[in-house]
């Protein structure tokens, strides 16, 4: 948590020092007492195009600015390094200059989120205004070192960096139908800053409030005790578990999430919330949120899910039991195959929890309509509430809020603010219901945004899974038997994390034929950091494991990696896994793997490591849940085209999905067109998860368009459309061909390295995407979703102590690969269409890193003749830590 010391409160905000220099041309003086320049940038002056990722830490480089016309960190700059200087930031920049900047970055497909974007810009122009052409793509990619950049790899941000260097500015189109390229929807606004996020929203009379968190990862609270941070001056309110009026918890599948956790109750993880503090000003909430004095009956925590997971003490607060799951299926006779079979391979394979480090920290702000002739603070319950939201499902997140205010769901609205990034991270409501409750007991506007170290704390994480793979082969590498058994440690509240183990069991056999299939998936409750949704759900964890084993399998069977993949891939008609009988959308797994032999040849022939992965992820959740999106167009007096959906806008696109749809469906030109998404209408159709956004939205809006072309789009009518999938089944339905999933993508990526040293020096990823809505979307995508994957396989973690503790505090001892050390990326799009989908897409958010962290220890395998059966591979800090585990 960043906060002030105790002994520092005769300097908070309030004292008479000031502190002057030069902003954008102009001379400001700012209150001496805030803890940098970032600080009193944004909430003094009002200046947001900086933007704050990771304040004190200088970690991120979201709020870079030019000083004296060099490129610095805002948040690691104090007030007396800022004193006499000038100071530029985006807005006092020259308007010609920023808006070919935006071009830049827009036109190059630089950005996805856009929440990094302004302070990249910022170093460019840095970097551009001293070398001018001379500008290399090289220095470039270094001096980006400061800058953390979770969603494009960075391979499109150098592409437009180049592009300004060289004056050679793409001229930016908007996009067209579907399977045209053309620029973001905001994407020019995003780049330079000008699209507010959250935490970047001001409101007269605006409260701010801060969250005290638990000192242990389990202990009995036994006293809360507020009177010296309720002392502070500008401390409005302090609020604990006994002022929520209705439901305490919370949950996606489960209501088992403490809102907090009240006097007599027991904390499960560090992540447990125990106090609000609202406040005139932010620094004046995180002080006194400090100041909260708790005491505890510490309890050993439980956090080695191998010996938890029948331990009869509960590891959580009031839940029974500590398997919080179990997913199983067999066909044929595994164990008998694996006895028969001429090859098998006997692994304990492991992965680690991984943090999602999405650029923006979770920001909500929550504003309550008073009834006529009330006041703030007069007793009388508000009439309604408004909620500016950045989560996954912000229908999910207005029913949780009215359960927990014990108030009619027509009396909360909950309007998306396309958010910094997510990537599954922001599906569990953060601080939504805190920041709501305050605002309601208020009544006034409240604002809460979580530091970078309050984050890293509470949402859930990638799950931590152990992986017993035994696989057989005959002579020929024909895959004969498949025998699995998964552990994987979820944290305390449920989250997502049966469905993320479920969704492991069912890919366990990666994008394979075996008639001999045993699968066993437990997903456990300990008291480290709650798991649930990340990019891959699952199914990246079980394929390094099952890549793995086909790579062992190749080596003894005497064939190369691309050959055993090519004798067992899926072909329609063949039962998959669980038992699905596959139709003709798979016909792009082996077009994928088809597309990168050519490569994989030449590499071999120059004398390269060469590791090759095939992976499958499905698209939509399936596993038999009624699946119902919504969408709504509504053509307005002012010939404005409202397109309304269900879906989070979080950087993938699927607002320019969205759009490119009503472009094809209308006719209509794309600047006419507005993107809302907001809870006015019974849209939702839950988390935007599993790479259904682009599937589903696009379903729903072509419905709602096809609708108003056959009513003459008249004005003022709301024309909705709708598309399901009502057709899969669970795993447990014990259905013999069950549907599980409707829709796959596919994707084969190539990892080739340097032969002596290991460096990997290019990555090949061919990827059946369906239909690519706009390419250059879909390109950006799958290059960040390979620089997640590397990053997951090489390096980062965020393991927990045997206290549950996190180890890792801060962005940069994550080890996110950084720009100069991203290798190149060479994007192949495939176009095999799903059967029955809305333009035959398939999606291609999640499938992208499925295949990469088994193509690296293939290639590293050549390299330097190790197997590698845990992760990340080259980085031993961040992995798990029990001892049971390994």
Request: negative net charge; glycine residues 12%; hydrophobic residues 40%.
């Amino acid at each position: 948590m960043t906060t002030l010391d105790a002994s520092t409160s005769d300097d908070l905000p309030g004292s008479t020092d000031r502190v002057g220099f030069v902003l954008n041309g102009e001379t400001v003086d700012v209150d001496a007492s805030h803890p940098h320049l970032l600080s009193a940038l944004r909430d003094e002056l009002n200046v947001i195009s900086p933007k704050d990722g990771c304040s004190p830490s200088g970690q991120c480089g979201c709020c870079t600015v030019l000083i004296d016309g060099k490129a610095r960190i805002a948040c690691s700059t104090g007030l007396d390094k800022a004193a006499g200087t000038e100071v530029t930031t985006l807005e006092g920049v020259d308007a010609a200059e920023v808006e070919r900047m935006a071009d830049a970055f827009a036109a190059c497909g630089a950005l996805q989120c856009g929440f990094c974007t302004p302070g990249i810009v910022m170093r460019t122009k840095a970097l551009v205004d001293k070398d001018g052409a001379e500008l290399t793509r090289e220095k470039a990619a270094r001096h980006l070192g400061a800058h953390l950049c979770r969603c494009t790899g960075y391979i499109k941000v150098l592409d437009a960096v180049e592009a300004l260097a060289r004056d050679e500015v793409p001229v930016v189109v908007q996009p067209g139908g579907v399977g045209t390229r053309g620029v973001k929807y905001e994407g020019r606004d995003l780049s330079v800053g000008r699209r507010p996020f959250i935490d970047d929203m001001r409101i007269d009379g605006m409260l701010h409030g801060a969250l005290h968190f638990s000192a242990h990862a389990r202990a009995d609270v036994l006293s809360i005790d507020a009177s010296a941070a309720e002392a502070i001056p500008g401390v409005h309110a302090i609020y604990t578990a006994e002022h929520i009026p209705a439901e305490r918890r919370v949950g996606i599948i489960h209501k088992d999430w403490p809102v907090m956790i009240p006097v007599y109750g027991r904390t499960s993880y560090r992540g447990d919330v125990l106090a609000i503090v609202v406040a005139e000003t932010r620094l004046i909430a995180r002080h006194a949120a400090t100041l909260v004095n708790v005491k505890y009956g510490v309890l050993e925590p439980m956090v080695d899910p191998v010996r938890v997971v029948d331990d009869p003490e509960p590891a959580v607060w009031e839940l029974d039991g500590n398997r919080l799951s179990t997913s199983t299926y067999a066909r044929g006779d595994a164990d008998a195959a694996l006895a028969d079979a001429a090859h098998v391979v006997d692994e304990v394979f492991q992965t680690q929890r991984i943090e999602h480090a999405f650029l923006e920290p979770e920001s909500t702000l929550a504003v309550p309509t008073l009834e006529a002739g009330a006041a703030p603070g007069d007793g009388t319950e508000p009439a309604s509430l408004y909620v500016y939201s950045g989560g996954q499902g912000i229908w999910d997140d207005r029913d949780d809020i009215a359960a927990m205010l014990g108030i009619e769901i027509d009396r909360v609205t909950t309007e998306l603010v396309s958010n910094g990034g997510a990537f599954g991270g922001k599906e569990d409501m953060s601080n939504q219901a805190h920041t709501a409750l305050a605002a309601w007991l208020t009544g006034r506007p409240v604002k809460i945004t979580l530091s970078r170290e309050e984050s890293l704390l509470m949402h859930a994480k990638r799950h931590p899974i152990r992986m017993h793979y035994r696989v057989g082969c005959d002579t020929d590498g024909t895959l004969v038997g498949i025998k699995v058994r998964m552990i994987g440690d979820s944290g305390p509240y449920a989250s997502v994390g049966m469905k993320v183990l479920e969704r492991a069991a069912g890919h366990s056999t990666g994008p394979y034929v075996c008639a001999n299939v045993d699968v066993e998936a437990v997903a456990v409750r300990t008291n480290n950091s709650v798991c649930g949704a990340f990019r891959g759900f699952g199914a990246n964890q079980a394929q390094f494991a099952m890549e793995g084993a086909m790579e062992r399998l190749a080596e003894m069977v005497g064939i190369t990696g691309w050959e055993i993949r090519s004798r067992n891939v899926i072909e329609p008609g063949v039962v998959w896994g669980p038992g699905q009988v596959m139709d003709d959308g798979c016909l792009g797994a082996r077009q994928v793997l088809d597309a990168v032999k050519g490569s994989y040849d030449a590499a071999l022939a120059a004398g390269k490591a060469v590791g090759i992965g095939l992976g499958l992820k499905n698209s939509g959740l399936g596993n038999g849940f009624n699946e119902i999106a919504r969408a709504v167009v509504h053509f307005r007096e002012d010939g404005k085209v409202e397109v309304r959906h269900c879906w989070t806008e979080m950087g993938q696109g699927v607002h320019t999905v969205a759009l490119q749809v009503a472009v094809e469906e209308l006719g209509v030109n794309a600047e006419r067109i507005e993107v809302i998404v907001d809870s006015s209408r019974e849209l939702g159709a839950g988390q935007t998860t599993g790479s259904r956004g682009t599937l589903m939205g696009a379903g729903s809006v072509k419905a709602a368009c096809e609708a108003a072309v056959a009513d003459g789009c008249q004005v003022g009518v709301d024309y909705e459309g709708e598309y399901r999938v009502d057709w899969t089944n669970s795993l447990s339905d014990g259905v013999e061909n069950p549907i599980i999933h409707s829709t796959f993508g596919y994707a084969t990526q190539l990892v080739i390295a340097d032969m002596e040293t290991g460096d990997i020096e290019r990555v090949v990823a061919a990827h059946d995407v369906g239909r690519a809505v706009n390419p250059t979307l879909c390109e950006g995508q799958i290059e960040g979703s390979v620089h997640m994957g590397l990053g997951y396989a090489l390096s980062e973690g965020f393991p927990c102590d045997q206290t549950g503790f996190p180890v890792n505090t801060t962005l940069r001892s994550l080890d996110i690969i950084r720009p100069k050390d991203m290798p190149d990326v060479e994007v192949i799009l495939v176009e095999s269409p799903q059967p029955d989908s809305p333009y035959g897409i398939k999606g291609v958010g999640e499938i992208g890193l499925v295949p990469t962290a088994g193509a690296v220890a293939g290639a590293l395998r050549q390299a330097t003749g190790v197997w590698h059966s845990e992760l990340p591979m080259q980085n031993e800090a961040n992995r798990e830590r029990s001892s049971a585990w390994t």
